[in-house]
């Protein structure tokens, strides 16, 4: 694609990257057939193609951002969707990225819009905060059909619908720093393979903390000691996507500081188990490429960063230990009888690459694994999509969860956090993540999603 942009506009390093992106562009459309928001309401500026249109115009003549345009950009889930589709190579990520900031710098919202916004920056990334506004949000919940009503409020019953029920309390023996992981370290298993650190992440320990303790649990059994990094936080990813670049590139620095203390005690992988906290770690070279004094050390966490998936496939489970029977439903092929519906997270598939080896690691312990139709498309969660976009969050995650039931599987599996909450607001079966049943299926405990389904092997 053509390109206007002056001499003095490349000259700002966020410019030059961005005009590198639209020039690969050669206009073939292939990225609307797979972009979700294109399929859902054929709206070509609701596509990559369209949306890089106008974003070039608005950044090739920098404008004032139109309501208009915002809502187009706004409407994209940064599933990436389009970048394992593109021929030419075209990374719409950093596109987007640079025009979600530049419209938090040049527009002004409505109010409505700041404050939601706001309050989920604000919330979200910090634990403690996010566990806090859980508890008064299950007491608000039933007011959430009511509060739909108002296109104002939307952001809120959105807030309230995903509250759960019930906040789980952290898992036992679930460790929060590198003193108390090595404490927890079984003696029996040594640590033939060396040392990880354990992304402690913002969200999924608080809705799902049995994750976190699950993948502990595993790695030792593979071989690795587990630490946690005394001073990390969350990785940016959910500010990140609001256009918050001075918030995301905080969070990054934070990160790299707290992980680069450890590194020099010989670290062989930082270990994410959350898709979207992944792909926003693999990119931390390229946030902070221009910060002189973070450059180096970010792009050797981006190198170390693994999902816990890929760690695992490289280096092999322990030996299978043997799975509970099922009990209430009719016997199938595969481990103990159990079917598996798997969904690819956008962050793992697109963002991060990562497609067969969670099928393979959960058909090498015996369970039968389907992948649904349209596995490609995002269920709507994309961070703080289901609350900020509602209504076209709704549509995706309703078509999604139609896919997977049309698998008749007795469990889906997932590798984000986002996406397990989405679909388990809809879904008939248990949602649990991948690494929870990896776990299961090689000496660790049943996931508790799945307690009422299984008993204990004879």
């Known amino acids: 694609m053509q390109t206007r942009f002056s001499a003095q506009q490349l000259a700002q390093p966020a410019m030059a990257t961005s005009e590198a992106v639209i020039r690969k562009c050669v206009h ?59 021929p030419s190579g075209v990374n719409y990520m950093h596109l987007v990225d ?25 919330v979200l990334p910090y634990p403690r905060r996010f566990r806090a506004a859980l508890a008064l949000g299950r007491l608000a919940r039933p007011l959430a059909p009511l509060l739909g009503r ?45 040392r990880v650190l354990l992304l402690q992440g913002c969200a999924e320990p608080v809705l799902q903390p049995q994750v976190r303790a699950a993948t ?7 071989g ?34 707290a992980w680069t203390g450890a590194l020099g005690e ?26 002189p004094d973070y450059a180096g050390r970010a792009a050797q966490v981006a190198a170390l960063a693994r999902d816990v998936t890929e760690l695992l496939e490289a280096s092999g489970l322990p030996e299978r230990t043997g799975l509970p029977e099922r009990t209430g439903l009719p016997q199938q092929s595969g481990a103990a009888g159990l079917t598996v519906a798997y969904h690819p997270a956008c962050s793992l598939q697109h963002g991060q690459q990562i497609t067969t080896g969670p099928v393979r690691l959960l058909e090498s312990v015996g369970f039968r694994v389907k992948l649904p ?10 961070g703080t999509y289901n609350i900020l976009q509602p209504v076209i969050a709704g549509q995706l995650a309703e078509r999604k969860v139609a896919q997977l039931d049309r698998l008749a599987a007795d469990v889906v599996a997932t590798g984000n956090v986002g996406c397990a909450v989405q679909i388990a607001q809809r ?23 799945l307690l009422a389904i299984v008993r204990p092997a004879s």
Request: net charge positive; proline share 7%.
């Open 150 to 194: 108002s296109a104002a409020l939307q952001p809120l019953s959105a807030m309230l619908a995903l509250t759960p029920a019930r906040v789980p309390r952290a898992a036992a023996g679930d460790a929060v720093s590198p003193t108390a992981a090595r404490a927890a370290a079984d003696p029996a298993l040594p640590a033939r393979r060396g």
């Open 28 to 86: 073939c459309g292939f990225c609307t057939a797979t972009c979700p928001t294109y399929v859902l309401l054929g709206d070509e500026l609701d596509s990559p193609r369209g949306r890089i249109y106008l974003i070039k115009d608005l950044l090739e003549n920098e404008r004032t951002p139109t309501a208009e345009v915002v809502k187009h950009v706004d409407r994209c889930l940064s599933c990436l969707s389009c970048v394992t589709t593109c």
């Open 224 to 257: 690795y000691e587990v630490a946690f990094a005394a001073g990390e936080g969350c990785c940016g990813a959910l500010v990140h996507h609001m256009g918050r670049e001075a918030q995301a590139l905080r969070a990054a620095r934070r990160n790299v500081d």
């Open 266 to 291: 010989g670290i062989a992988a930082i270990v994410i188990t959350a898709g979207g906290c992944g792909a926003a770690i693999k990119n931390y070279g390229h946030l902070l490429r221009h910060d």
């Open 427 to 449: 879904a008939s079966i248990p949602v649990v993540h991948t690494v929870e049943l990896l776990d299961w299926a090689t000496g660790g405990p049943p996931p508790p999603g």
């Open 98 to 122: 640079h025009a979600r900031s530049y419209i938090e710098t040049h527009y002004r919202r409505p109010l409505p819009e700041r404050l939601w916004r706001a309050l989920l920056a604000a």
């Open 216 to 222: 502990a649990r595993l790695l030792r059994r593979v």
């Open 373 to 382: 139709a349209e596995a490609h498309l995002c269920c709507g969660s994309a």
